[in-house]
Every structure is written in structure tokens, then in C-alpha cells.
């Protein structure tokens, strides 16, 4: 348990609208990650960050935007909702990686995001 | 162009027998890999990972092995219970990039059956 929670943790929406998720993180990790679950195709990468401010785009990145203005928080936002946006999202930070800790990630309980 | 394949779907196998889930990847750059565990509802878990300096690493009933020259990797859970039941995903990653990404297979269902 890495203190992640995630919120909302269900959400339905219609098509068109803003959706904005978050991830809050209480150990002062400096990396932050926001990946979306789905059937036949695991686990896709949106955003990650790597500090406050400091954000870069992963394989799956079109129609989502990100931001992290502390170091605890670290939000996805879908500008214009879509139904292939229809999704479990996952957020993650890394830990460890120093003095012989294994270097990994954690992961929150995820928001299942229905855009219908 | 998929870097991490996993191309068992899903897996079946008997309560107290052998579980051995595989993973090829195709990027030779890969050099630290990680198996996660998830269960319906909740956030993958860590359950173990292996540097390419090492073929194997053992965690209680979890040992995973790398062999380089085929980029295969292999997770086997020995004995398997019904609580091991879940997704199996395998994960690899660059350790010397500026920035820490994992890059995921798609997953295995393994059933463990009494």
C-alpha cells in the first residue's frame, strides 16, 4: 500500500462532456502515472509526470490531458468525453529504485469511467 | 507494434500443481522486467521482478526466470492455490532512460481449480 486513492471511484457521463479524475498520493513520490485498462488490451499508458509541472505523454495520450500542480495530486482530464474512453483508469507512482529498495510501482483501486 | 507480448490468454491448472505463465519481449533495450497480480476490481499488485544481470529470482512460491538470447521470460508459481487466481501481467522497462515507464503485455487469466 503506497497511500494512492483515486476519485471518483465509478463514474457515468455523457458523451461531450469534461471529466476530470484524481489521483492523490500521500508519501511525497516524485513520479506519478495514469494508465486505462481494457479487454485484449491490458494496461496502456495516458500520462505520467516525473515532478510539480513536469508531465509527459505515453502510448495512448490523444483526447487526454493531465496536470500537477503538487506533488500529492495528479489529475486526468478528458476534455470532450467519448464512448471509446469508456474505461478502468489506474493510477500509479513509483517507489524504491534506491539503497537496494526494489524499483516499482503501485497502484491505486482505479475509477471505472462509463461515457455512454 | 507490441513490445511485450503475452500470448497465453488465459491458463488453467490444478490446485497444488505447477503454474508457469510466459512472456516475450522484443525490445533489446528492456533490462528490468516485473510480474503484477490483479484481482477484479482492484489495482494491479507487485509480485516480483528481475534485472537482466540475473536468470532468476524466487519469492516464496513465485519464481521468475529470464533467459536473454530468446528475450522470454517466464513467471511459475509452485504450488498453485485457488487464490492465485487472478490477471497476470508482465511488465519491462529501459532502467537507464532519463524517465521510469513500464510497458505491459496484455495480461493472463490464470484459474487455479480445487
Known amino acids: 500500500d503506497a497511500g494512492i486513492t483515486q476519485s471518483p471511484r465509478h463514474k457515468v457521463t455523457e458523451t461531450g462532456t469534461p471529466v476530470t479524475l484524481r489521483c492523490h498520493q500521500t508519501?511525497?513520490?516524485?513520479?506519478m502515472y495514469w494508465y486505462r485498462q481494457d479487454p485484449g488490451h491490458g494496461l496502456r499508458l495516458i500520462h505520467y509526470s516525473y515532478g510539480v509541472k513536469d508531465t509527459d505523454k505515453g502510448e495512448v495520450s490523444d483526447g487526454y490531458s493531465v496536470s500537477r500542480s503538487k506533488t500529492e495530486d495528479f489529475l486526468l482530464t478528458l476534455e470532450s468525453a467519448t464512448s471509446s474512453q469508456t474505461s478502468v483508469y489506474f493510477c500509479?507512482?513509483?517507489?524504491?529504485?534506491?539503497?537496494?529498495?526494489?524499483?516499482?510501482?503501485?497502484f491505486g483501486p482505479g475509477t471505472r469511467l462509463t461515457v455512454l | 507494434d507490441q513490445q511485450v507480448k503475452q500470448n497465453s490468454p488465459s491458463l488453467s491448472v490444478q490446485e497444488g500443481r505447477i503454474s508457469i505463465l510466459n512472456c516475450d519481449y522484443t525490445n533489446s533495450m528492456f533490462d528490468y522486467f516485473l510480474w503484477y497480480k490483479k484481482y477484479p476490481a482492484e489495482g494491479p499488485t507487485f509480485l516480483i521482478s528481475?534485472?537482466?544481470?540475473?536468470d532468476k529470482n524466487e519469492d516464496g512460491r513465485f519464481t521468475v526466470f529470464l533467459n536473454k538470447s530468446a528475450k522470454h521470460l517466464s513467471l511459475h508459481i509452485v504450488p498453485s492455490q485457488p487464490g492465485d487466481s487472478a490477471v497476470y501481467f508482465c511488465?519491462?522497462?529501459?532502467?537507464?532512460?532519463?524517465?521510469?515507464?513500464?510497458?505491459f503485455g496484455k495480461g493472463t487469466l490464470l484459474t487455479v481449480n480445487p
Open positions: 511488465a519491462a522497462t529501459f532502467s537507464g532512460g532519463s524517465n521510469y515507464k513500464l510497458t
Open positions: 508519501e511525497n513520490h516524485r513520479y
Open positions: 528481475i534485472s537482466s544481470i540475473k
Open positions: 500509479a507512482i513509483r517507489k524504491g529504485g534506491q539503497r537496494g529498495e526494489t524499483d516499482t510501482q503501485y
